[in-house]
Each structure stands twice: as C-alpha cells, then as structure tokens.
C-alpha cells in the first residue's frame, strides 16, 4: 500500500468516526428534548404553572404553553 493510499484510508475512518460522534450526540440531544417535552406535559397535566415548568425543563414557556 502507498502512503498516499495508506493516508487517504485513515483520513476516511477518522471522517467516519467523528461523523458517528456527532450523530450520536444529535440523538442524545434529540432525546434529552423529547424527555423534557414528555416531563412538561406530566406537569401540566398535574397543574403545575408554566413558569415552574420551564425552569424544572429547561424548555421556553411557549413550548410548553402548545403541549
């Protein structure tokens, strides 16, 4: 194998991984705002205000305000 063959090799499994890492980090927010979302909508079902809420979740009042 060539050192250039040998580089670009190693160039696309380093692209690959760091593409993996950052999937995997949109999934992980994806899902941590999906937690929140289902958390706010328990609270709001059990009466607790907005305000609350968005401090307990992290999430804007008008989001949770359209649950």
């Known amino acids: 194998m060539l050192i250039a063959e040998y580089d670009y ?3 696309i499994a380093v692209q690959r991984e760091e593409e993996r ?3 995997l ?3 992980i927010s994806a ?3 999906q937690k ?3 958390d706010a909508a328990n609270f709001k079902r059990l009466g607790v205000s907005i305000d609350i809420i968005a ?3 992290g999430l804007t009042e008008a989001e949770i ?3």
């Open 31 to 33: 899902g941590s705002h």
């Open 9 to 11: 090799d190693v160039d």
């Open 25 to 27: 980090q949109e999934g």
């Open 55 to 57: 401090q307990a979740t």
């Open 36 to 38: 929140a979302l289902q």
């Open 21 to 23: 890492e950052i999937a």
């Open 65 to 67: 305000e359209q649950l």
